[in-house]
C-alpha cells in the first residue's frame, strides 16, 4: 500500500531526492533529528497566540526530534522542538495535504523543487468550516536535500497579524 507522501505525489514522488524518497516511503513511519532555529516574531500580540497554539519558544539551537507514524488514514507527525511538543494529523484530500492542529486544518500544496518539496498554504478550516483566504493562516515549507538529510524552513503567519513563527535547520533521519 503507497503511504500518504507516495498517494499525494503520484508519478512526481520519484522526482524526490533519495532521502527523501526513503523517509517518506516508510510503510511504518520514520524518525529524524536535527537542531532548529527558532526564531518569534516581536511583539506582545504574537507573542501571546503563539503561547496559545504552543509554538515552540525562541532558541538558537533546539534539539528537535521528528516521529513519524501511520495512522489509518494518513500520518501523526509529533515535532519535539527544545521543550515544546507539536503533533499534527496529516492526511490527503484531492491533490493536498492536509495538515490538521486542534481545531485548525490548513490544505497545502505540495511542488517539487530540486529534489525536494515546497509546501504552500491553499485552504483552511476551522472546526470544519472554510475559511475566506483572507482569514487563512499562512504556512509556508521547504525541505530540500543536503549530504544525508534536508534543509527545513517553516513560516507561519496569521491574517492580520502577520508572521509570528520560523524555524529552520537540518533534518537528518535515523536509518530504520
Given at each position: 500500500?503507497?503511504?500518504?507522501?507516495?498517494?499525494?505525489?503520484?508519478?512526481?514522488?520519484?522526482?524526490?531526492?533519495?532521502?527523501?524518497?526513503?523517509?517518506?516511503?516508510?510503510?511504518?513511519?520514520?524518525?529524524?533529528?536535527?537542531?532548529?532555529?527558532?526564531?518569534?516574531?516581536?511583539?506582545?500580540?504574537?507573542?501571546?497566540?503563539?503561547?496559545?497554539?504552543?509554538?515552540?519558544?525562541?532558541?538558537?539551537?533546539?534539539?528537535?526530534?521528528?516521529?513519524?507514524?501511520?495512522?489509518?488514514?494518513?500520518?501523526?507527525?509529533?515535532?519535539?522542538?527544545?521543550?515544546?511538543?507539536?503533533?499534527?494529523?496529516?492526511?490527503?484530500?484531492?491533490?493536498?495535504?492536509?495538515?490538521?492542529?486542534?481545531?485548525?486544518?490548513?490544505?497545502?500544496?505540495?511542488?517539487?523543487?530540486e529534489g525536494g518539496m515546497v509546501f504552500r498554504t491553499r485552504r483552511a478550516w476551522f472546526i470544519g468550516i472554510p475559511l475566506p483566504r483572507w482569514l487563512t493562516p499562512e504556512a509556508e515549507a521547504t525541505?530540500?536535500?543536503?549530504?544525508?538529510?534536508?534543509?527545513?524552513?517553516?513560516?507561519?503567519?496569521?491574517?492580520?497579524?502577520?508572521?509570528?513563527?520560523?524555524?529552520?535547520?537540518?533534518?537528518?533521519?535515523?536509518?530504520?
Open positions: 500500500m503507497a503511504t500518504l507522501y507516495q498517494r499525494i505525489l503520484g508519478d512526481r514522488f520519484e522526482a524526490l531526492a533519495p532521502v527523501l524518497r526513503r523517509f517518506h516511503s516508510q510503510p511504518n513511519g520514520g524518525v529524524a533529528q536535527g537542531k532548529l532555529q527558532v526564531i518569534r516574531a516581536p511583539g506582545r500580540l504574537k507573542a501571546i497566540l503563539a503561547a496559545v497554539m504552543r509554538l515552540p519558544r525562541q532558541q538558537d539551537a533546539a534539539v528537535m526530534r521528528l516521529e513519524v507514524s501511520p495512522t489509518r488514514d494518513g500520518e501523526r507527525w509529533t515535532r519535539f522542538i527544545g521543550q515544546s511538543t507539536l503533533i499534527t494529523k496529516q492526511t490527503a484530500w484531492k491533490s493536498l495535504l492536509l495538515e490538521k492542529n486542534g481545531p485548525v486544518c490548513l490544505g497545502l500544496e505540495i511542488d517539487i523543487v525541505a530540500l536535500p543536503v549530504d544525508n538529510g534536508w534543509a527545513l524552513v517553516v513560516r507561519l503567519s496569521l491574517p492580520l497579524v502577520g508572521r509570528i513563527l520560523e524555524y529552520r535547520g537540518n533534518v537528518v533521519p535515523e536509518e530504520t
